[in-house]
């Protein structure tokens, strides 16, 4: 057992868990934030997707005890004081969704993926997303409507950037 | 109405996923909750003698360990399937027990031997790990095509030669006489690959005993609840159904798999009882690979006959289906009345004749997957048709519109009537859209690239909103197949409506509610939709073969119907109007040409305050409706994908997809583009990536994401959808059913764009770059100067 404190969704939470603990089951288990799925056992879904110090991290391929003191954000906590994250909403307009069950890590790696493009100046074209969504796997869009929720998504996140500047 | 029939209406159920907020199985966890696992059986046949648990129940917060053996004592029931089918020569099928955790024999690698149940989920599997089996291995059959060979080992004792059945359908002699005299004859081999469905989210069950109410409650991934009791009850004997209640909470996917009721929650049930603890047990992907029905697995030889002017004269088709260890709940229909019914096609076809073997292997058990058993047909008739066309150096889309049929209702030469079509402007609208006119410029210009460039067609139909219970009994199915449905309008107006449909990702939490909210004019956040607890929903079939609309949302119809009558009669009495003269409009009922009126919330109060309700009407406003069927419903569609091959590598893009298809009534049109871009995607994978492989030794070479080839975001491209509408003319809202239409028709449009991009029709699923790059040097003329 390991003493670990990390801040989730902005709130410090300290835990004393076992050495082999994934960030996935201790998010899920330990903390009971279950929009972070488990969708294989082998890294290749992306349903566990969340943010570890503002980037995607597979939560089933990290040791909790490696996070000590660091900064965590799943899907529960991206929207702020009530409104949703343009790529929360992005998804409910495009119908980005069917079953929702990939849908937690697809947001988390659309949010990840817009502002690496945005920060290094980069488009974001239809083929670089799909490229980019190599690591999540949905069974029910066929990602037609993924792909035009980030779209839609990065557009307005550009315009928040913009506005914040 | 904004939020009515026709509208694009965002889903209300989004904001719980977008958010984290969903409810899945895995997300409950009770008090008292304990974990399971299961041992496994290693390998593909093996004899059992027994098992030494003592180290795994020695180790740390291990509960109890419990085997097949004991589970038999208890009076738990064997594994049941829900459709007899019949062989040719009128003897009923032959199929092998299935014990829901092995008794004697081992029949597939992953066939449950014990549960484990410890305190929590990693203890659990160690224990699994830690049980020592004590079996012999025995020969397994393993491969499709090997089953019926002489000597082939046998995977249960009474069921010899593996036959479980030997089905047929049609007339063979005019089948035979047809070919004997046609113009142009053409054959094809066809393997239709095996799938993993793979819903993203794993199979998951809760289980709680309560002893002092002497009650079940189960938590489970499941497409149809109420079955699922039904079946735990009457066969299974766990608990009779009013001690037994299943809730299928938010359900990530099932595509056919969750139907089933599998042998994990059957013994956690059974578990929970024995250990007094809520049992909990969640399916991990390898797991899920393993144990979860796997799809199709189909070889077929085809013979197709056509006249000199290219019309079709007679069709015949040889199968083997692999139904694998055990018959599944739907295993037996899904090759037979769900394949053969379908061979004709969207054509007019005055012979046929299908001919379907089903057999055991030591594989686990295949059921329907999306589609289930119309993808097979689909596949078979469209390679034909393409390939006849090349054979005939005629246009595969001429030929195609040369067979049509043009005239509904049509009766088909195997069982069905179709309702309606234009199969016609379906493939007009096709060629447009994905621009064929064009095509030759794009070759050549991809030519010039190094690239080949092909097209492919499917033009389909399918049979879908199943099915009218009495034409399905007199073909063998245990159940029937109509759907249940209550509306509740409550004293303040808003509406509850209580479905016995499953929605795990089809929306219908939205576009059942547009159905309330288009009738009575009432906003769409006034409308909530109830499914998927037996607690709450009287009963219901649950979802699968599309018939959530044309079957669930027609028994909310019929629901709607009564509510709005009485709710007149309310309204006629309060306003002392005459009924007639009623419309209802923007959420008020009025008497038309005056200003009489009374707003949707009164007449829900007038009816339950009941002080003045018409002479001996009862108080309250509340209706239930059943709603059977009188045939399937036929949507229809056109297909055009358009492919580069790289002939250095045989690597395949799909440069674009086209799909027209008629649904019939269209209740929101995003939802059904949303439902056709996944089944399409479904079906390229079959075609291009997906594939079940097992060793000679019947070990599952694909248990992972690792070796199985899941669609993935940059392996398909947008699509271009369009559609026409002829409603069916056969359930109230006019609709025919679009969840499978995508993987039904894709594949061979897949694959006939493929073959005609590298000149070769012999190519099987999936056309893997190696596959396609050996098709391609099969044809390659030798090079003279090498
Ligand atoms: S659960 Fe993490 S990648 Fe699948
Ligand atoms: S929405 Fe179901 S897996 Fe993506």
Redesign the pocket.
Known sequence: MTTITVSVNGKAVTRDISDNTLLSDFLREDLRLTGTHV?CDTSQCG?CVVHVDGTAVKSCTALAVSLDGANVTTVEGVSTGGDLHPMQRAFNDNHG???????PG?IMAGIDIVNRYQAEGKTLTEDAIRAELEGN?????GYHN?VRSIEDAAAEMAGMSKAAE | MSDGIGARVKRKEDKR?ITGKGKYTDDIRTENQAYAAFVRCPVAHAKINGINADAALAMEGVIAIHTGPEMKEDGIGDMITGWAITSKDGSPMNCGVWNPMVTTYGRYVGDAIAIVVAETQAQARAAAEAVELDYEELPATVFTGDALNDGAAQVHENVPGNMIYDWEIGDEAKANAGLANAHHVTELEMVNNRLSPN???PRSAVAIYDEAEDHYTLYTTSQNPHVARLVLSAFYNVAPEHKLRVIAPDV??GFGSKIYIYPEEITCLWASMKTGRSVKWTSDRTEAFLTDAHGRDHVTKATMGFDADGRIVAFKTDTIANIGAYVSLFATVTPTYLHGTLLSGCYDMPAIYGNVKAVHTNTAPVDAYRGAGRPEATYTIERMMETAAREMGMDPAELRRKNFINEFPYQTEVILQYDSGDYHKLLDMAQKEADVAGFEARKAEAASRGKLRGIGYSTFVEACGLAPSAAVGSLGSAVGLWESAEVRVNPVGTIEILTGSHSH?QSHQTTFAQLAADRFGVPIDNVQVIHGDTDKVQFGMGTYGSRSGPVGMSAIMKALDKVEAKAKKIAAHTLEASEDDLVIENGEVKVAGTDKKMAWHEIGLAAYIAHNLPEGMEPGLKETAFFDPVNFSFPSGALICEVEVDPDTGVTEIVKFTAVDDFGTIINPMVVEGQVH?GVTQGIGQAMLEGVVHDESGQLLTASYMDYAMPRADDVPSYTLDHNSTPSPLNPLGIKGCGEAGAIGSPPAVINAITDAIGNNDLDMPATPSKVWAALQAVKPAMAAE
């Open positions: 969708g349903a969704l069917q079953c929702g069950f990939c849908t697809m796997i949905c069974r029910c869009t993924i | 996923f819903p993203m989210e990530g996917g990702g996944g």
